[in-house]
T-cell receptor, first 114, second 115 residues
Framework: AQKITQTQPGMFVQEKEAVTLDCTYDTSDPSYGLFWYKQPSSGEMIFLIYQGSYDQQNATEGRYSLNFQKARKSANLVISASQLGDSAMYFCAMRVGGSYIPTFGRGTSLIVHP | GAGVSQSPSNKVTEKGKDVELRCDPISGHTALYWYRQSLGQGLEFLIYFQGNSAPDKSGLPSDRFSAERTGGSVSTLTIQRTQQEDSAVYLC?????????????FGDGTRLSIL
């Protein structure tokens, strides 16, 4: 069975600082994909970044980067230069090669202070 | 717009009534998912459609829940004889296909409140 763990229910960061949101996963399938989504208070889930299990380099998308440590089974999201608009819930998700159903973590609430 | 569209955005109904929630996926997306999100919780998978294949209904919590997808496009999630524990936000997502790297595109959700 696949499992995603997000241990930080809430995080606070000062505007313009960097923040790391933790995500660990568990699967025995060698082929998998890891996703991060942002959910603002408006409710819509927004895709941020993807990392494949065979990707050699960490994924980056603008101010978002994924710190992928395969041996430790972690896929932490790093947001650089936080902005007030980054305040939201952040969900880590995983899909394994043999399944079409992603598994989501419980989410981390991020609040960016001015 | 070109995104996933869900309606209604809010629904308030009395316990015991039936409700229908609609999802219009992105044009051309063959995969469609329904999720339930209770207050402050993560996403609970309900059902998955892929093209014309039989849906994966493994997440439906009871036989009061059903869903269909007509013509490989619009989907309707039906909850019969609603209970108060059905109160939640119901999210629909679509994806271009089955490839592992393809993310899901979500609608704004339907907030369902059972009185």
């Amino acid at each position: 069975a696949q499992k995603i763990t997000q241990t930080q229910p809430g995080m606070f960061v000062q505007e313009k600082e960097a923040v790391t949101l933790d995500c660990t996963y568990d699967t025995s399938d060698p082929s998998y994909g890891l996703f991060w989504y942002k959910q603002p208070s408006s409710g819509e889930m927004i895709f941020l970044i993807y990392q494949g299990s065979y990707d050699q380099q960490n994924a980056t998308e603008g101010r978002y980067s994924l710190n992928f440590q395969k041996a430790r089974k972690s896929a932490n999201l790093v947001i650089s230069a936080s902005q007030l608009g980054d305040s939201a819930m952040y969900f880590c998700a995983m899909r394994v090669g043999g399944s079409y159903i992603p598994t989501f973590g419980r989410g981390t609430s991020l609040i960016v202070h001015p | 717009g070109a995104g996933v569209s869900q309606s209604p955005s809010n629904k308030v109904t009395e316990k015991g009534k039936d409700v229908e929630l609609r999802c219009d996926p992105i044009s051309g997306h063959t995969a469609l998912y329904w999720y339930r999100q209770s207050l402050g919780q993560g996403l609970e998978f309900l059902i998955y459609f892929q093209g014309n294949s039989a849906p994966d209904k493994s997440g439906l919590p009871s036989d009061r829940f059903s869903a269909e997808r007509t013509g490989g496009s619009v989907s309707t999630l039906t909850i019969q004889r609603t209970q108060q524990e059905d109160s939640a936000v119901y999210l629909c997502a679509s994806s271009p296909g089955q490839a592992l790297f393809q993310p899901q595109h979500f609608g704004d959700g339907t907030r369902l409140s059972i009185l």
